[in-house]
T-cell receptor, first 113, second 114 residues
Framework: KQEVTQIPAALSVPEGENLVLNCSFTDSAIYNLQWFRQDPGKGLTSLLLIQSSQREQTSGRLNASLDKSSGRSTLYIAASQPGDSATYLCAARGGGSNYKLTFGKGTLLTVNP | SQTIHQWPATLVQPVGSPLSLECTVEGTSNPNLYWYRQAAGRGLQLLFYSVGIGQISSEVPQNLSASRPQDRQFILSSKKLLLSDSGFYLC?????????????FGEGSRLTVL
């Protein structure tokens, strides 16, 4: 059974700092890994999708990497802004099922002005 | 472009009352559809998924059921709500493909059972 862990559970940084969010998964036989952002009381917004054959994906100030062999993914946020404050979740697809994503519990990020 | 609509956004229901949450997707055909529940401290739990009309797979035994009467419509129901059904319910879709599809979520429906 796939298990996804996100560390830290909460992170507070000053505006302008570069930061890294971590995601680990127990079963390396994944199809892809997806990062999401969730604002309070809202649905999830897809940020980046990394296919199993890829090592990283970039979108603006965001860069996500994937290392299947070690069961790890990181989300790098450059020059953080207060508007980046949200909960960030990672989810791994596969590891036994073609249709399910297994989610971590998220990292609550607060960027202080 | 594709959009996903989910309603109602918020509802408060008494124990034992019925439930119907609806989700529709626009701008795509034959999507995979999903219902998730997000409870405080427990993360997202997959409740149901569907790969086609009338095809529903249940992930967790519970007081809920799902139906897909049309290609882009997914409904979550209950005949009698329990207190433990309270939570944030999220509908999602992905392109119909094995494994590789990106998942897109609706805005969610917050259910409080009293």
């Amino acid at each position: 059974k796939q298990e996804v862990t996100q560390i830290p559970a909460a992170l507070s940084v000053p505006e302008g700092e570069n930061l890294v969010l971590n995601c680990s998964f127990t079963d390396s036989a994944i199809y892809n890994l997806q990062w999401f952002r969730q604002d309070p009381g809202k649905g999830l917004t897809s940020l980046l999708l990394i296919q199993s054959s890829q090592r990283e994906q970039t979108s603006g100030r965001l860069n996500a990497s994937l290392d299947k062999s070690s069961g790890r993914s990181t989300l790098y946020i450059a020059a953080s802004q207060p508007g980046d404050s949200a909960t960030y979740l990672c989810a791994a697809r596969g590891g036994g099922s073609n249709y399910k994503l297994t989610f971590g519990k998220g990292t609550l990020l607060t960027v202080n002005p | 472009s594709q959009t996903i609509h989910q309603w109602p956004a918020t509802l408060v229901q008494p124990v034992g009352s019925p439930l119907s949450l609806e989700c529709t997707v626009e701008g795509t055909s034959n999507p995979n559809l999903y219902w998730y529940r997000q409870a405080a401290g427990r993360g997202l739990q997959l409740l149901f998924y569907s790969v086609g009309i009338g095809q529903i797979s249940s992930e967790v035994p519970q007081n809920l059921s799902a139906s897909r009467p049309q290609d882009r419509q997914f409904i979550l129901s209950s005949k009698k709500l329990l207190l433990s059904d309270s939570g944030f319910y999220l509908c999602a879709w992905s392109v119909y493909s094995v494994g590789a599809g990106e998942l897109f979520f609706g805005e969610g429906s917050r259910l409080t059972v009293l």
